[in-house]
């Protein structure tokens, strides 16, 4: 079963998200986003210690999620680079790094690439652990964001059409939206990727199973006139086991300058980012172009995930 895998552990209680928790986040984020544009953020974490260990790069999500502790009064310790840098070097487990963390810091925000090894992590914490990417699984806070996004602009998270592109094999916040929208009816998806980089057969059964209306093709010049939200991705180049395999499909969906002619006029582009060469830069300043304002929007909603965390 394609549940929510979300592995916050909350209040010591292994925790998947409900629908109203989801909506509870999303609105508390809009008060949040009002909130600091009025310059009116209260320090209510001031007494609090929040973990940062990262095993796998990253820009947006360990600066945001810093950000967020920051704007909220928190205090922060943080790994980068935790696999040379901290005692994973030396061999130690997952399970003896979270239990360590707990010791020091009353959340833990972990990224890792082995899928599972949020979900290990939150087995032995007693901390609460914010899945921040484990491998190709799930990505939840970045799910969030995406759909904290399109709610913003569409004021609603059904009867949409919504187009995915790239890497939906490897992408883990594709992961983490689908079974959030799932929560939503009248929606239509269309998955768009080489046939190597396909969804899983699994989420395949399940949105037949649940008669959800879905499209797997290879042809985006045909999806792009139909959606309201094209979802791109990068090619996960760091989850193949050799490069040739990689250069065989790295280049196959592109968006360009001239496809912006294809979209309808409200229709939104989003990406997780990075990007590397699947939104041509010319695109930027087209106003369907969300991805910055999507990262911004990840403050927001991550002030809100650790409010929720700590119950306030
Ligand atoms: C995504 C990730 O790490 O899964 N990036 C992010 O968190 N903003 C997507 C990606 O790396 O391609």
Redesign the pocket.
């Known amino acids: 079963m394609y549940t929510v895998a979300y592995f916050e552990k909350i209040l010591n209680k292994k925790k998947q998200f409900t629908k109203e928790d989801i909506e509870s986040i999303l609105s508390r984020a809009v008060t949040i986003e009002k909130d600091i544009k009025n310059g009116t953020v209260k320090k209510v974490l001031a007494d609090k210690v929040i973990a940062c260990i990262f095993f796998e790069p ?1 820009t ?2 360990r600066l945001s999620f810093e950000t967020a502790a920051i704007r909220l009064g928190a205090n922060i310790i943080s790994v980068e680079n935790a696999l040379a840098s901290s005692s994973s070097f030396k061999g130690e487990t997952i399970e003896d790094t979270a239990r360590m963390l707990s010791c020091y810091a009353d959340a833990i925000v972990i990224r890792h690439h082995k899928s599972g090894s949020a979900d290990i992590a939150s087995s032995v914490a007693t901390s609460s652990i914010i899945n921040a ?1 484990d491998g190709a699984n799930q ?1 939840p806070s ?1 799910a969030l964001l995406d759909v904290y996004t399109i709610k913003k602009e569409y004021g609603h998270l059904d009867n949409l059409s919504i187009a995915f592109v790239g890497d939906l094999k490897n ?3 594709l992961h983490s939206l689908m079974p959030i929208f799932l929560f939503y009816p009248n929606n239509t998806f269309y998955f768009v990727s080489p046939k190597e980089l396909a969804i899983s057969e699994e989420l395949r059964q399940e949105l037949e199973d649940k008669n959800i209306k879905f499209i797997e093709t290879q042809n985006m010049e045909e999806v792009l006139p139909k959606v309201d939200v094209l979802y791109m ?2 090619v ?1 180049k760091e989850r193949f086991d050799n490069i040739e395999d990689y250069e065989k499909v790295k280049d196959s969906f592109l968006l360009k300058g001239e496809h912006l002619d294809l979209l309808k006029m409200k229709s939104m582009i989003l990406h ?3 990007r590397v060469n699947e939104i041509d830069p010319v695109i930027d300043n087209d106003k369907r172009a969300y991805y910055f304002a999507q990262a911004q929007n990840g403050l927001y909603v991550r002030m809100a995930l650790f409010l929720y965390i700590f119950g306030l």
């Open positions: 990253s947006r999500t990417g990505h970045q992408s883990r916040p991705t990068r996960q997780p980012l990075p």
